[in-house]
């Protein structure tokens, strides 16, 4: 099967270097990064293409774009690994829908045109009979998606809750651990490469509200946008609200919660026994489903990382590949 | 409820058939046969859950059945959940907080653990709340919820289920 990457950050990185060790069968024919782009319809060699964006900065032609790549390069899926706009979507909405114009299957790892544009990016792929797969935006390399479609196939899914900002947990692992205070767990979470210059995406609970608003809509097809979503961060809690929950046997965990039956679309932070399965250290991620046949089934992963995040985005080109490519 | 009663066959059985009568039910029988000098008496513990104003039937009933009841502990508060509220507590009138759960006659706080940093910082505290059931519950909370917006405090609610 033939893919084109757009999008040379971290994520993308990881993608390529995966597809250049292993043997997938998966050929890259375009790439593109925010300054370049480059084209060959028999195979790029992955290789070159990450030292020269390591050399020089870019990873091609710098008279092409990504646009090019997207509308012009001979290939089966699109990867669309660019940077997240919550606000907008774009330019990735954009270039997902040139793709999906084009009949081609796109994977993403992007939140953004998810979150914002789910129902008519996915009424578009639907109408053009190709594949558009996220599992990538929601709890990094977690199956969320594909244990929803397939191992969960045929429950219904009553609720579902879980820990979806691994920096959120990490500072609040380490403020319970060593009683210190959210600045200074912040602070220790940036000198780890776990939190952003600006935290406030991750730490007034943004990024697990989108990542819940991804999952209702995809459940439940419900339409909820991120405004719906109830939302508290854990920028204000106290070192002595850990301690207090602590001596009571609990502790304090940031849990993004959804229950349509009861009109429940809610972050915020939550008090949960230490031995509850949600409890964990670090910056993983985890998600209880809570469904009518199979009761709870709660999975915990990796949410972040290059590679992480590149198995979800190959583990959605290969299911392409195995009900659309293979066949035809 | 502690109960006493002859040591003989089939008194135990006299004693419980009035709880199921009454639709009451038993949740643990603990039946220890203490030194008793005189040998001809039987101590019985049972933890039962009775619905609302069935008491004094059961009462009568086991007077009738011969039996002692030496001592009724009642735990009108089955429900209880522990809640973290964090801000300036004090300033925002703490006592008020806690009596408009308390004056619902339905739900009350049953104990508070507080910590104050300092007079200008927010301060933190643990506060159990108990309830008769589920919904008067879920309703001291949705107070406290309303409380928290008005006054500015942060409540951290748990995530388990009622029990």
Redesign the interface.
């Known amino acids: 099967m033939k893919v084109a990457l757009i999008g040379l950050g971290t994520v993308g990185r990881g993608v390529l270097e995966m597809l250049a060790k292993k043997d997938l069968g998966l050929v890259l024919t375009g790439i593109a990064d925010s300054k370049s782009a480059f084209l060959d319809p028999a195979g790029i060699d992955i290789a070159r293409v990450l030292a020269r964006k390591k050399k020089e900065g870019f990873c091609g032609d710098q008279h092409l774009t990504a646009e090019d790549v997207i509308k012009k390069a001979d290939y089966d899926a699109l990867i669309e690994v660019t940077p997240t706009n919550a606000l907008s979507g774009e330019p990735a909405i954009g270039y997902i829908k040139a793709a999906l114009n084009r009949k081609k299957h796109v994977v993403t790892s992007n939140k953004g045109p998810i979150a914002l544009a789910a129902k008519e990016l996915r009424a578009m792929a639907r109408k053009k009979g190709v594949a558009l797969r996220y599992e990538a935006t929601v709890a990094g390399a977690i199956p969320v998606m594909h244990t929803l479609d397939h191992g969960l196939a045929g429950n219904e899914i009553l609720a579902l ?1 879980g820990v979806l900002n691994g920096t959120c947990n990490f500072i609040l692992t380490r403020m319970a651990a060593e009683g210190l205070t959210y600045e200074q767990a912040l602070m220790e979470a940036r000198e780890m490469g776990y939190a952003e210059a600006d935290p406030t995406y991750d730490v007034q609970g943004i990024d697990a509200a989108i990542k819940l608003v991804i999952l209702a809509n995809t459940i439940w097809d419900n339409g909820v946008k991120l405004d719906d979503v109830d939302r ?1 961060g854990i920028d ?3 070192p ?2 850990l ?3 602590d ?2 046997g ?1 502790t ?2 940031l ?1 993004a ?1 959804a229950n349509p039956k009861k009109h429940l679309l809610r972050v ?6 230490k031995n ?1 399965p ?1 409890v964990f250290e670090g910056t993983l991620n985890a998600l209880t489903l809570e469904t009518d046949m199979a009761k709870e089934i709660t999975l915990i992963g990796r949410g972040a990382g290059s590679v992480e995040t590149a198995s979800a985005i190959i583990g959605d080109l290969l299911w392409i590949r195995d009900r659309y490519v293979q066949r035809a | 409820m502690k109960l006493e009663m002859k040591d003989s066959p089939g008194q135990l059985v006299a004693a419980l058939k009035p709880i199921s009568d009454v639709g009451g039910n038993i949740i643990a029988v603990i039946h220890q046969r203490d030194p008793d000098p005189d040998g001809d008496t039987l101590n019985v513990q049972i933890v039962l859950e009775l619905p609302k104003g069935r008491i004094d039937n059961l009462v009568s009933l086991l007077k009738e059945q011969g039996v002692h009841i030496q001592r009724i502990g009642e735990e009108r508060l089955l429900f209880q959940r522990t809640v973290i509220l964090i801000g300036h507590l004090m300033h925002t009138g703490l006592s008020d907080t806690v009596d408009q759960i308390d004056s619902t006659g339905f739900a009350e706080v049953t104990a508070l653990a507080m910590s104050m940093p300092g007079v200008n910082e927010r301060s933190s505290s643990r506060i159990t709340i108990k309830a008769v059931s589920r919904e008067d519950m879920e309703a001291a909370l949705a107070i406290l919820r309303r409380v928290s917006r008005q006054k500015s405090l942060l409540l951290i609610e748990p995530l388990e289920d009622l029990s």
């Open positions: 809750y508290t204000l809690l106290t002595d609200a301690r207090l929950a001596e009571g609990c304090i965990r849990i919660e915020s932070p939550r008090i949960l026994d509850h949600l």
